[in-house]
């Protein structure tokens, strides 16, 4: 006479050892579940990791214009708001920074004027959302 084992969860009627088709596809649920755990968190990060790089790039992007106008004479940096276009290299192509300056005389300063005022915003767009960076600089005579 033959003697069966029941196992927790099967009925093993039949003799045959393994999974029920219900068994396989409730586990390829669970699968499916946690990889799309996964992938969301994959995604987020990628996400986070872009829009840092982007900052970080920004941020270099109004030093490197700051620093190009304090190399400049003074007489040649006149007083007054201009804006220009930066285009970045980044890992997944390019990138454009807008960086909008603003030139003033020191209004405390003699005539004629021995100290400016640069202040430097910087605008880029990511994911349809505008982000920026702004920095103040003063230059002598």
Same mark, same amino acid.
């Given at each position: ?12 009627? /039949? ?5 029920? $088709? =219900?068994?396989? $596809? =409730?586990?390829? $649920? ?8 996964? $992938?969301?968190?994959?995604? #987020? ?7 840092? =790089? #982007? ?15 304090? /190399? ?8 007054? %708001? /201009? %804006? ?7 890992? /997944?192509?390019?990138?454009?920074? *807008?960086? *909008? ?13 021995? *100290? ?22 003063? =230059?002598?005579?």
């Amino acid at each position: 006479m033959k003697q069966t084992q029941a196992h927790a969860g099967f009925d093993n009627r /039949s003799g045959e050892n393994g999974f029920s $088709l =219900i068994e396989v $596809l =409730i586990s390829f $649920l669970l699968v499916t579940m946690v990889m799309l755990a996964l $992938l969301e968190g994959v995604v #987020l990060y990628s996400q986070v990791n872009m829009r840092n =790089i #982007l900052r970080d790039e920004g941020v270099r992007a109004t030093q490197d214009v700051l620093n190009e106008l304090r /190399s400049r004479d003074f007489n040649r940096v006149t007083a007054g %708001t /201009s %804006t220009l276009t930066v285009r970045k290299a980044l890992r /997944s192509g390019s990138w454009d920074y *807008t960086v *909008t300056l603003v030139v003033t005389d020191s209004p405390a300063a003699p005539e004629p004027p021995t *100290t400016k005022s640069i202040q430097a915003t910087t605008r880029w767009e990511f994911q349809g959302k505008t982000y920026t960076h702004a920095a103040n600089a003063m =230059i002598t005579q």
